[in-house]
């Protein structure tokens, strides 16, 4: 979901099939939602039970006036897994990674798919290769995912009226090998040992994990104490039910490592009148009462800063395009208990 402004090429290929990924997911997810529904709303819990960051892939974030006031300690950030021998990627780490440790951020980097090699997952010997460079090059970074929404499947495009696998994610056994990897040259990191999106239907989710879980055994390593989530659904839908579903089948930890007010979805949930950055406002208020519902997530991180980019046809950005505060920021703002929260808001 990590969508720059200036972006090579295949990386605009990347963020645009993402975003289309998303689109299938959550469709139906989004469809209708105006108010807290069926599950009513959750119970939550002491608000400094968790941790509350951004997760977006720009530098401006961490000198923008408005973010600084929001007071956050941590953000996240997605890194192809191959960043470290190719320079354009590594370029754009390192600068975001420099930007948010001048801003005295926690880090927390992701990996993903090459921009090069989207469709070809790396042998376990590359990835730990790759991985072990980039983790050298940022010695203050110590805290890592193996791999980014590793249940979001293969993405396949259309183009002319053909069809072109144009990514693919690793299936259970790879991410437990990928996991396995990363303990073995990341000592005394962090590791949260799987991410996965928890989609309209959680069942495929639920299933992912638990044969994650079965790997991790066969592999004789350690079970991971903390996973990640990207519980999009739930929160703009105004539910529980798949992070609680998630919560039940892994042990320790959750950290809501990506999720956000939807303001708009390829042609859903536009802007006429507002009424998209309305109802992601309401989302984003739905998505604090999700993290304090339960004492076991234990970090928030907000996707995303920048939004309004068109061609991404995904758009969860607390700014528009021109970094303009939207009505989310201010919920946001609000939530956190920054001072000045009171913004003129933008209308797009």
């Excluded at 590594?90 to 005295?104: G, N, V, Y």
């Excluded at 921009?115 to 997952?121: L, R, V």
């Excluded at 859903?268 to 984003?284: I, P, Q, Y």
């Amino acid at each position: 979901m990590n969508m720059p402004t200036h972006i090579r090429p295949r990386t605009l290929l990347l963020t645009l099939l993402a975003s289309g990924a998303l689109l299938l997911a959550l469709a139906s997810a989004l469809a209708g939602s105006s108010s807290y529904a069926a599950a009513g709303k959750p119970r939550a819990h002491v608000a400094s039970s968790y941790l509350t960051g951004l997760a977006d892939q720009q530098t401006e974030m961490f000198t923008n006036p408005l973010w600084t006031q929001l007071h956050t300690k941590i953000a996240r950030y997605i890194a192809p897994y191959d960043a470290a021998v190719r320079p354009y990627s590594l370029q754009l780490a390192t600068a975001w990674i420099h930007a948010a440790e001048a801003a005295h951020q926690q880090v927390l980097v992701a990996f993903y798919h090459s921009e090069y090699t989207p469709t070809k997952m790396p042998s376990v010997a590359v990835y730990q290769r790759d991985i072990q460079k980039f983790i050298k090059l940022f010695p203050h970074v110590r805290q890592y995912q193996p791999w980014d929404e590793t249940n979001r499947g293969t993405i396949v495009e259309v183009i002319k009226g053909k069809r072109h696998t144009a990514l693919v994610s690793p299936s259970p056994l790879q991410s437990a090998e990928y996991y396995k990897s990363m303990r073995s040259v990341c000592k005394g990191c962090t590791i949260v040992g799987l991410d996965v999106l928890d989609q309209p239907s959680v069942t495929p989710t639920l299933r992912y994990i638990a044969q994650f879980k079965q790997d991790i055994a066969r592999l004789k390593t350690v079970m991971p104490s903390i996973w990640g989530l990207h519980n999009y659904s739930d929160t703009n839908r105004f539910q529980t039910s798949r992070t609680r579903a998630v919560l039940a089948a892994v042990p320790g930890q959750v950290w809501l490592t990506e999720t956000g007010g939807i303001v708009q979805l390829g042609s859903d949930f536009t802007n006429k009148k507002g009424s998209g950055l309305t109802r992601a406002a309401k989302a984003l208020s739905f998505m604090f009462k999700i993290a304090g519902s339960s004492s076991r997530i234990k970090r928030l991180y907000i996707y995303d800063w920048t939004g309004g980019v068109s061609s991404t046809r995904f758009d969860a950005g607390l700014m528009n395009a021109k970094y303009e505060p939207r009505q989310g920021y201010v919920t946001v703002c609000k939530q956190l208990h920054a001072a000045k929260c009171n913004v003129k808001v933008a209308k797009n």
